[in-house]
């Protein structure tokens, strides 16, 4: 019970010294921000109660308070940028995954009919050419 005086003036120390260090030396008002640290770490309890009172900027001049749940978005710009899309829900991916599919699909049908022209024509060759024209000593075939 004895150290609860010395435990709030160091919690007050420690919030005004984090409060000043972080605020905009543009909107620090009556002195410059250096010495209100210095008034804060020095005179602790009299600086702090300072600070929160005349030096600390006004509640409307703080551009980092913003409502929440809020449509502003000032000053937050990440959520100004456009979100990505899912892939699944983005039109433009999708008629392109369209696009490569028929390309895919036109090329293994072009495919197919080649091997299938290929196999015919391998069936309408008689064994015995083959079997000729494949061997290293077979004469060149006469025109």
Known sequence: MRYL??????????????????TDSALVRNLPKPLWILL??????VGAIAW???????R????????WPSTATAGFPEYERPRPVAPDDDPEFLASV????????RMLRD?????RARERRFDDTPPDA??????????????
């Open 5 to 22: 005086p010395y435990l709030l003036e160091l919690a007050l120390l420690v919030y005004c010294l984090i409060d000043c260090i972080q």
């Open 52 to 58: 929160l009172v005349a030096g600390r900027p006004e």
């Open 130 to 143: 083959d079997a000729d024209r494949d061997h290293p000593d077979a004469p060149p075939a006469r025109p």
């Open 98 to 105: 369209r696009r490569s599919d028929d390309k895919h699909e």
């Open 60 to 67: 409307s001049a703080r551009t980092r308070h913003v409502p």
């Open 111 to 115: 495919w197919e009919a080649d091997l």
């Open 40 to 45: 804060i770490v020095v005179v602790p309890i």
